[in-house]
């Protein structure tokens, strides 16, 4: 579903992606690892348009189209959804008539009817029940006085509503106690199909326990320095990325 | 008919008025199964706020209309004459004429005030016709002119009440005068009167004598003075002892001749443990030139009694360059005479190209209440100087002002407001909350506080916040498909919500609309 190659992107002038290569198949679920400032929020940031980075080169595909044309909110159509490292808070904007906002526009952009408030209100009821969110959700400003947990809860809520094709986790786990990590996590297995993909970016291997990668990829530089199986999010648990990083600086990899 | 001193010009004018609360309130209707299913009752108005603000996000200001109304218009120019013309056209008794004319040679001596963070141009009070009529072909209230229904009906108010779903009385005034009010038999089984300022005048003239002026003198300023000399037509309100009145009562003003100013008087007056809730909106037509709305509005709270005084105010506020537009130039004011008495103002300005109003309250009993929650838009080159004043005269008297500016385009923002708390006023209370939100470089956001404390054991607070709509936040919504004027539309309407939810459900989605569709364009 997607293909990303050879990658480039800057900030403020500064290139940070150097050639991301990656490709994700429907049903997968890749993990992205890599040390400090290497690059993998910017990543989660050029797949879905924010438009403080530049791509400078390079190719995304989505599906057969061309994804870096799309607007940030038809990426969102197209089925790409984000859940942010730090989830913003929009005073006064409660969750109902923003998920409300958000499923229609989708809706629209399929061609369909506004969903009724009935169907609404039982797929919202349903869906955060997913991630043990109570029913004063509705009710809440967006993310407006939430905790660290709830907040991260929130985030997959809104992806449990919007059943995204590809979503991206940037550091779904940062922030979180064993027992919100869990209920994340278990949130993030149930919504899992064979049609749709994942994207998990992390810096432990903590989540993995609970969100099984197909395929882990080290992220250093700006660039996919190397791949593995689940097993190397182990062996870099255990070791570290010191080890990459010289092999990296010593142009081995 | 008195005799004329100057003949009745008659030209045909355009009609196009305010407002869709009543098509509102059908949706809301019509959802009214559904509510009951909630998790939650809020939910359901928000998102049915949200589909309105989605269909509506492409008008503009859509109240354009053109119908055919004869109208008698008064030439322009202002003297004694015309004063003594106004009021006998409107065949009124000697003691108001006196009123009148008391208050036009006072305004004389006065100037033109200069004071507010506004740009006044210099008013040619002579330029204005004082007078404009519409002429409707029944002279009985109770049937309705088909022109003017016609009119009203396009503009979603209809008059006739069995077509209202929501217990909902209406004054409708068109320019000068008072065209139709509807519900008055029903409301009248109670003792509420609810009729038009002139009627009043004729049907129970010792109310109006006793109370009209004693909130809002004709000395108090320039355009009280104005409006007490010439002022036309507006509402009558009482509620007796003890009632509380089982429906919204509501005014819609317009403007509509050309070439002519508005200068409407409300007055209600609550009497003991009464409780009455009152609605207004305006319009006006698309001109080049500007046009001069100054009203007075006088509420009168008296022990244990509460007044709830909404506005959502849309007169035509110029074009995206500054051109034509009114002039809101209003003093309105209440005062909580009685013990225990409360009133709460909550206005949504969105409208004109100068607005310049301060809904206050006099604090005089013991244990009042008073509040003011406002949201004032501007955009283009409008500019609005609004607030209000909190006098605290009785003891352990508490209020709150609740002030959300937002400013766009070359606009400018003020919120003007004074706390003042008398010496034997003791534990009071205010908290005051005044926030700025900026949309634009090019925009102005100002604060006036004044607070004065006359006591140790009174309370005073202000916050004070001014931002800008974050980047983070449009993304946030970008990347869940919703586009950047959705997501400001939405940031806006989170910004003004304590605000909007305090006003009756038939306007808070017309306000969240308004407030939508009046940012189109507005940002970038």
């Known amino acids: 579903m997607l293909k990303i190659k050879d990658l480039h992107a800057s900030i403020e002038g500064k290139e940070i992606l150097k050639g991301v290569n990656l490709t994700v198949k429907p049903g997968e679920v890749h993990a992205i690892m890599g040390p400090n400032g290497s690059g993998k929020s910017t990543l989660s940031a050029v797949l879905t348009g924010n438009p403080a980075y530049t791509v400078t080169g390079g190719e995304v595909e989505f599906y057969g189209k061309n994804l870096l044309e799309f607007s940030p909110e038809d990426r969102a159509h197209e089925g790409i959804f984000l859940s942010f490292q730090y989830p913003v808070e929009i005073p006064g904007v409660l969750m109902s008539n923003f998920m409300r906002t958000a499923i229609n526009e989708k809706r629209k952009y399929q061609g369909l009817e506004p969903m009724s408030a009935t169907d609404f209100l039982k797929l919202m009821r349903e869906k955060r029940a997913i991630v043990d969110l109570d029913n004063k959700l509705a009710s809440r400003a967006v993310n407006e006085g939430f905790s660290g947990g709830e907040k991260k809860r929130n985030e997959i809520f809104q992806m449990a509503m919007l059943e995204p094709r590809l979503s991206i986790l940037d550091e779904t786990d940062s922030g979180l106690d064993i027992d919100a990590l869990r209920t994340v996590a278990n949130g993030v297995n149930r919504l899992k199909s064979n049609e749709n993909a994942t994207i998990v970016i992390t810096h432990y291997q903590r989540l993995l326990d609970y969100i099984k990668p197909d395929q882990v990829h080290v992220l250093y530089k700006g660039r996919i320095v190397m791949t593995g199986g689940p097993e190397l999010a182990l062996e870099l648990e255990e070791k570290g990325y010191d080890w990459i990083k010289e092999q990296v600086d010593n142009n081995q990899l | ?524």
């Not at chain 2, 009543?22 to 009214?32: S, T």
């Not at chain 2, 209230?141 to 008059?159: A, V």
């Open chain 2, 1 to 524: 008919m008195p005799p004329i001193l100057v003949p009745l010009t008659r030209k045909a004018v355009s009609l196009q008025i305010i407002s869709t609360v009543v098509r509102n309130v059908r949706i809301e209707r019509k959802f009214l199964t559904i509510l009951n299913m909630n998790e939650n009752n809020n939910i359901k108005k928000k998102q049915d706020e949200e589909s309105i603000i989605n269909q509506a996000a492409t008008e503009e200001y859509r109240y354009g209309f053109v119908s055919d109304f004869e109208t008698d218009v008064i030439p322009k120019g202002l003297n004694e004459d015309v004063v003594r013309r106004i009021s006998q056209l409107k065949n009124e008794p000697e003691w108001l004429l006196e009123f009148r004319l008391k208050a036009f040679r006072h305004w004389q001596t006065m100037t033109l005030p200069k004071w507010g963070k506004v740009n006044m141009p210099d008013i040619d009070f002579q330029a204005i016709s004082y007078y404009a009529a519409p002429q409707t072909k029944t002279s009985d209230k109770k049937e309705i002119d088909p022109e003017l229904k016609k009119t009203f009906d396009k503009l979603g108010i209809p008059l006739e009440e069995q077509k209202r779903l929501s217990g909902m009385a209406v004054d409708a005034v068109v320019d000068s005068v008072s065209v139709h009010t509807s519900y008055r038999e029903r409301l009248a089984e109670l003792g509420v009167i609810f009729c038009s300022i002139s009627e009043a005048v004729k049907d129970y003239p010792d109310l109006v004598k006793k109370y009209m002026g004693s909130v809002v003198p004709y000395t108090d300023n320039f355009f009280a003075a104005l409006n007490s000399a010439v002022f036309s037509d507006g509402s009558f309100v009482y509620i007796p002892k003890g009632v509380r009145c089982p429906m919204e009562l509501s005014s819609y003003f317009r403007i509509n001749a050309a070439q002519t100013g508005q200068f409407e008087r409300t007055l209600i007056v609550a009497d003991d443990d009464s409780y009455v809730s009152y609605l207004e909106g305006c319009t006006a037509p698309m001109r080049d030139e500007n046009q001069l709305h100054a009203a007075i509005v006088e509420i009168i709270v008296e022990e244990r009694a509460e007044v709830k005084y909404s506005t959502v105010q849309n007169w035509y506020p110029g074009d995206k360059d500054g051109k034509g537009g009114i002039y809101n130039l209003v003093t309105k004011r209440g005062i909580c005479r009685g013990d225990h008495s409360k009133l709460s103002w909550t206005q949504v300005e969105t409208g004109s190209a100068i607005t310049w109003k301060y809904p206050s309250t006099i604090l005089k009993g013991n244990n009042t209440v008073g509040e003011f929650y406002s949201v004032a838009l501007t955009r283009n080159y409008q500019m609005a100087d609004t607030g209000t004043k909190m006098i605290h005269l009785g003891k352990n008297s508490r209020s709150t002002i609740v002030s959300k500016g937002i400013s766009a385009g070359h606009s400018e923002n003020s919120y003007r407001g004074m706390v003042k708390v008398a010496p034997n006023a003791t534990n009071c209370r205010n908290y005051t909350q005044c926030d700025s939100l900026l949309l634009s470089d090019t925009s102005g956001a100002h604060t006036f506080p004044v607070i004065e404390v006359g006591n140790d054991s009174s309370i005073v607070e202000h916050e004070a916040t001014t931002s800008k709509i974050n980047e983070d936040q449009i993304f946030y919504c970008n990347q869940r498909g919703i586009s950047t004027e959705d997501a400001v539309g939405l940031i806006v309407n989170g910004y003004a919500r304590d605000v909007m939810r305090k006003l009756p459900m038939e306007f808070a989605v017309e306000a969240q609309r308004l407030l939508s569709v009046s940012l189109e364009g507005s940002v970038g």
